[in-house]
């Protein structure tokens, strides 16, 4: 059998087992049409989830925060465990209601690839530099965007299909909902205008086009959720006990037994529809258990001592690489870790102001220290007081 013919054979059992709401990996469009080798036999979604796995903003995802940041400890979470625990949940969702698990893994593999370090804070310090130096705002999900289709691989990056870098634009585990249902027929055009809309309105809310975008997004909730409430009681944060009754008798108390009451929900909820939902009553357990997690650990003073500081470096590092930048500064690390391997085409097309922001946003936590000033680097603590 050549591998055309395993190619062929591989789509038509794909048509036959996947619900009539999946997406085929047939259908996967591409922004440049490629010409496939003969020796490829992989298909479109699980080229991009290949490709990702070998980005180096990928390979970045192994140092940048989750929640806590700058914490000696060996069990609390990074990004690297929650976007391979979002793609598990996910795939898991995907599997029982016969979607199409290699798109699903694609779109959770790349979701964060955006963040910068130290998580949603971040996050914040880079937006409000962008937002004061006329580039609008910083949302990840944009730059998980930015990353994958204009600054790897030199700047001309993977060519992902638009089904995948859809879902990674419309992610947003923030936002609470009951339901999601696709809007389907979107287009590059259309991907290009969400993302300036969202760059300059980021309260616009934005729907996946798949079924697979809406089982991601649903999933990346699902994936934190239990889990920073497991790394809160490992530093004691919060006790078990904390959670509130109601929730604990919905959901339970252990990440496990959240995911898994969740999971099954929606299973329950979305089997052999055209939209992903939680059950009324279950929908209101987690946007309770999320309004706890805000209160009690993301909002909490005690994992912020070092916010002033950090804020303040993130600063200091942007005008550093903006002006090294504009006086062609060679020396600087922003031309010899960053600008030296790309096109004239990424140069061409970004402002000063913008190549910073790419650079800094895909520093790990580590990185991003070794590059502050000696007596302003933050310590880790090995214990949160």
Same mark, same amino acid.
Request: hydrophobic share 35%; net charge negative.
């Given at each position: 059998?050549?591998?055309?013919?395993?190619?062929?054979?591989?789509?038509?059992?794909?048509?036959?087992?996947?619900?009539?709401?999946?997406?085929?990996?047939?259908?996967?469009?591409?922004?440049?049409?490629?010409?496939?080798?003969?020796?490829?036999?992989?298909?479109?979604?699980?080229?991009?989830?290949?490709?990702?796995?070998?980005?180096?903003?990928?390979?970045?995802?192994?140092?940048?925060?989750?929640?806590?940041?700058?914490?000696?400890?060996?069990?609390?979470?990074?990004? *690297?465990?929650?976007?391979?625990?979002? =793609?598990? $949940?996910? #795939?898991? %969702?995907?599997?029982?209601? @016969? &979607?199409?698990?290699?798109?699903?893994?694609?779109?959770?593999?790349?979701?964060?690839?955006?963040?910068?370090?130290?998580?949603?804070?971040?996050?914040?310090?880079?937006?409000?530099?962008?937002?004061?130096?006329?580039?609008?705002?910083?949302?990840?999900?944009?730059?998980?965007?930015?990353?994958?289709?204009?600054?790897?691989?030199?700047?001309?990056?993977?060519?992902?299909?638009?089904?995948?870098?859809?879902?990674?634009?419309?992610?947003?585990?923030?936002?609470?909902?009951?339901?999601?249902?696709?809007?389907?027929?979107?287009?590059?055009?259309?991907?290009?205008?969400?993302?300036?809309?969202?760059?300059?309105?980021?309260?616009?809310?934005?729907?996946?086009?798949?079924?697979?975008?809406?089982? *991601?997004?649903?999933?990346?909730?699902? =994936?934190? $959720?239990? #889990?920073? %409430?497991?790394?809160?009681? @490992? &530093?004691?944060?919060?006790?078990?006990?904390?959670?509130?009754?109601?929730?604990?008798?919905?959901?339970?108390?252990?990440?496990?037994?959240?995911?898994?009451?969740?999971?099954?929900?929606?299973?329950?909820?979305?089997?052999?529809?055209?939209?992903?939902?939680?059950?009324?009553?279950?929908?209101?357990?987690?946007?309770?258990?999320?309004?706890?997690?805000?209160?009690?650990?993301?909002?909490?003073?005690?994992?912020?001592?070092?916010?002033?500081?950090?804020?303040?470096?993130?600063?200091?590092?942007?005008?550093?690489?903006?002006?090294?930048?504009?006086?062609?500064?060679?020396?600087?690390?922003?031309?010899?870790?960053?600008?030296?391997?790309?096109?004239?085409?990424?140069?061409?097309?970004?402002?000063?102001?913008?190549?910073?922001?790419?650079?800094?946003?895909?520093?790990?936590?580590?990185?991003?220290? @070794?590059?502050?000033?000696?007596?302003?680097?933050?310590?880790?603590?090995?214990?949160?007081?």
């Amino acid at each position: 059998m050549t591998l055309d013919e395993i190619m062929k054979e591989l789509n038509e059992l794909e048509a036959a087992r996947l619900s009539s709401n999946a997406t085929l990996s047939c259908e996967g469009i591409r922004r440049f049409q490629e010409s496939r080798l003969a020796s490829d036999y992989r298909q479109p979604f699980s080229l991009d989830v290949d490709r990702i796995l070998h980005s180096g903003a990928y390979a970045r995802y192994i140092d940048k925060t989750q929640v806590f940041y700058l914490i000696q400890n060996d069990h609390i979470t990074h990004r *690297v465990l929650h976007v391979q625990l979002a =793609s598990k $949940i996910a #795939r898991t %969702i995907g599997r029982f209601l @016969r &979607l199409n698990e290699d798109l699903i893994e694609a779109i959770a593999l790349g979701h964060d690839i955006g963040h910068t370090p130290f998580g949603h804070d971040g996050e914040r310090f880079l937006s409000d530099i962008c937002l004061s130096r006329g580039i609008g705002h910083f949302l990840h999900n944009i730059q998980s965007v930015q990353f994958l289709d204009n600054v790897e691989r030199r700047g001309e990056g993977w060519n992902l299909c638009l089904q995948t870098l859809d879902g990674i634009l419309c992610h947003d585990g923030e936002i609470h909902n009951q339901k999601l249902e696709p809007i389907r027929d979107k287009s590059f055009d259309i991907l290009d205008i969400e993302t300036i809309n969202k760059n300059e309105y980021p309260d616009t809310i934005l729907t996946p086009m798949t079924l697979e975008g809406c089982v *991601v997004r649903m999933a990346d909730t699902i =994936s934190y $959720i239990g #889990r920073d %409430i497991e790394d809160a009681i @490992r &530093l004691d944060i919060i006790k078990r006990g904390d959670i509130p009754r109601h929730i604990r008798q919905l959901l339970g108390n252990t990440n496990g037994t959240i995911v898994y009451q969740l999971v099954t929900d929606i299973i329950q909820h979305s089997f052999k529809k055209d939209y992903i939902a939680f059950s009324p009553t279950i929908s209101d357990a987690l946007k309770s258990l999320k309004d706890f997690n805000l209160e009690h650990i993301y909002l909490n003073p005690k994992i912020k001592n070092n916010y002033k500081n950090i804020q303040r470096l993130f600063e200091l590092l942007f005008d550093r690489y903006l002006k090294d930048i504009r006086q062609e500064n060679r020396s600087s690390v922003i031309f010899s870790a960053f600008l030296k391997d790309k096109s004239h085409q990424y140069i061409e097309k970004h402002k000063p102001e913008e190549i910073v922001r790419d650079f800094i946003a895909g520093m790990t936590d580590q990185f991003f220290i @070794r590059q502050c000033p000696h007596n302003m680097r933050p310590q880790p603590q090995t214990s949160i007081k």
